[in-house]
């Protein structure tokens, strides 16, 4: 029950997107921002997770996600800067910070294998609506070249991130944590 709740507010977060698809689509300065948003939750989420969990494989995940997820904010911010263009907070980009707050506030309250199992069951589901909105959103509605180069570019690191929680989540399941 706890991953529908963490998947349906996930997805939600990113759903926002969808009204603007029907429109002209976000803009450019919107993409950044929801990039930089969508990037700056996870490391959150991993750092948090780095000093609470005692799993090595959970702590490796999340130290994988700080330092992926700061790379791809350090490639948007260095994008934007040379583009001279200004990210636009958005509802889509205030959604994911509540979210990523809400989900901050949980994990804070959890320990042990409870934390853990919460973790990579929000990692899988936030992973699969990132996509889902790099693919049907962001990367469509990008109009500026590099700013769509980079996104279709950082994909497959979100694929292989989405892999990787899936299998911890497999094996956690198996420990019955």
């Known amino acids: 029950m706890k991953l529908i709740h963490t998947a349906l507010a996930a997805a939600l977060a990113l759903a926002n997107i969808a009204p603007h698809a029907q429109n002209a689509g976000p803009t450019d300065p919107q ?3 929801i990039v930089v948003t969508a990037n700056q939750v996870d490391i959150d989420a991993g750092k948090l997770a780095e000093s ?3 799993s090595k494989d959970v702590k490796a995940f999340a130290q994988q996600m700080v330092t992926d997820h700061g790379d791809v904010n350090k490639a948007a911010t260095d994008l934007v800067h040379k583009l001279n263009v200004t990210p636009e907070d958005n509802p889509t980009s205030r959604s994911l910070k509540q ?3 809400a989900n901050l506030a949980k994990l804070r309250t959890l320990s042990g294998g409870s934390f853990d199992k919460s973790y990579i069951d929000h990692e899988v589901a936030y992973h699969e609506s990132v996509l889902d909105a790099l693919d049907k959103s962001l990367i469509p509605g990008a109009k500026n070249e590099e700013l769509k180069a980079l996104l279709v ?3 497959p690191a979100f694929v292989a991130h989405l892999e990787h929680a899936r299998h911890l989540q497999a094996e956690l399941g198996k420990s019955g944590a």
């Open 52 to 54: 609470k969990t005692k």
């Open 31 to 33: 993409i950044a921002a």
């Open 99 to 101: 979210g990523g707050d």
């Open 153 to 155: 570019k950082v994909r």
